[in-house]
């Protein structure tokens, strides 16, 4: 269990307030809002549930438990951090994750410092960082556990394409927290399995989430930028 210390950081870190800029970005949500295959809480649970299990959800969820474990070696931590840049397969979904992840480097070395941030930038100066490196390096040197860290990964996650959902679809808010609470069932399964599953065997199984993705961009109109 985490001490209070270190679960007011993960609160604070996976909280909607926290200026990274998560609200604007869908992943791939918006474009099947407007072509009409989701457009009721349960189509809605089905493609966040598909990222979290199959898609770039699973291989952050990996990349995550990686990251973590190699926090006390530069070297190790900076070859995940790079293939967690590089793991996305549009320009949009690259763009949510390193945009969200260079404003929680940023934001989380001014409230919450710590030698290990400061050096990481330092070293990776202007490269893409990855939103789920960023956060699970914080959570490491923050002595937030490893599965708390991870559940707060998955939770925030699944959260913030609900609340896209809401938006988009639209449902209303009862709606959004009964997808949250079904989405929750299967966070536990996808953290297990994440915790035993090497970088050499990650990968997803979810072509039309990325497919989603890569037409977001030709969308007449957008409200989100992925």
Known sequence: MPTDA????????TSPSYPVGGFTYSHGLETVVDSGQ???ADALVAYIAAVLARGGGWIDA?????????AGDPDAF???????AAFRGSSETALESR???????????AAWPHPALDAFA?????RPIAHVAAMALASAVHDVPLAA???GWLHATAANLVSAGVR??????????RATAALSTLMEDIASCAMTTSLDDVGTAAPLLELASIHHETLYTRLFRS
């Not at 900076?78 to 967690?84: M, Q, T, Y």
């Not at 945009?99 to 070395?109: A, E, W």
């Not at 330092?122 to 202007?126: E, F, K, L, Q, S």
């Open 6 to 13: 270190a679960l007011h950081k993960l609160l604070a870190w």
């Open 38 to 40: 989701v457009k009721t």
């Open 62 to 70: 990996v990349l995550f438990v990686h990251a973590y474990r190699a």
């Open 78 to 84: 900076d070859a995940v951090a790079e293939l967690a």
């Open 99 to 109: 945009q969200q992840g260079k404003s929680f480097l940023m934001v989380t070395r």
């Open 122 to 126: 330092h070293r990776w100066n202007d």
């Open 149 to 151: 860290g991870l559940h």
């Open 168 to 177: 988009l679809v639209p449902l209303g808010q009862t709606d959004g927290q």
